[in-house]
């Protein structure tokens, strides 16, 4: 079993040293969803909720996550992103919004965490935005999808999700 590296020698956390990795470039996908009833989804799709534009506020909410992993999850590496971008596909059949976060970079650590931190954010950001007029919407399904680059090579997700077509 590999040591684990996020530990120093007293079993303390810490940030792990990436000096001594070669820079490549990095690309992670992340998704997730947010179920709700019909009438909210109509509502989102229609841009009647009175805090505005549900998805627009998402995807800039979900972008800024992405550019602030490093100050919420702890011993993460503060990263330069090349590109963040987040889309939303409405589910009419199964009344939810599908999340994707694309996040890349070229650098000595991957970007795993900051798609992740992408999706979170944009579903919290759907669920704090329609939370007025429904409080049994669901956040699921959050994983990592894919990633490309670095010393561990890709990275395919081997079981497919519902959103995953």
């Known amino acids: 079993m590999e040591d684990f590296t996020h530990f120093n020698e007293e079993g303390r956390a810490r940030m792990v040293d990436v000096s001594g990795k070669d820079i490549t470039a990095r690309v992670a996908v992340a998704r997730g969803a947010v179920q709700m009833k019909p ?3 109509a509502m ?12 627009a506020v998402a995807q800039v909410a979900g972008i800024m996550g992405a550019k602030k992993t490093a100050e919420v ?4 590496h503060p990263l330069m992103l090349s590109a963040v971008d987040i889309s939303f596909a409405v589910n009419e059949e199964e009344s939810r919004i599908e999340i994707e976060a694309v996040v890349k970079n070229s650098g000595r650590t991957g970007v795993e965490m900051e798609a992740l931190t992408a999706v979170s954010v944009a579903a919290l950001t759907v669920y704090d935005m329609c939370k007025a007029v429904e409080k ?3 956040i699921s399904d959050i994983c990592l999808v894919k990633k490309t ?3 561990s090579g890709d990275y395919l997700r081997p079981v497919s999700l519902p959103q995953e077509s």
């Open 44 to 55: 989102i799709r229609e841009q009647k909720m009175a805090k505005g534009d549900v998805l």
């Open 73 to 76: 999850i702890p011993m993460c």
């Open 136 to 138: 049994d919407m669901v």
């Open 39 to 41: 009438s909210t989804l």
């Open 149 to 151: 680059g670095g010393k």
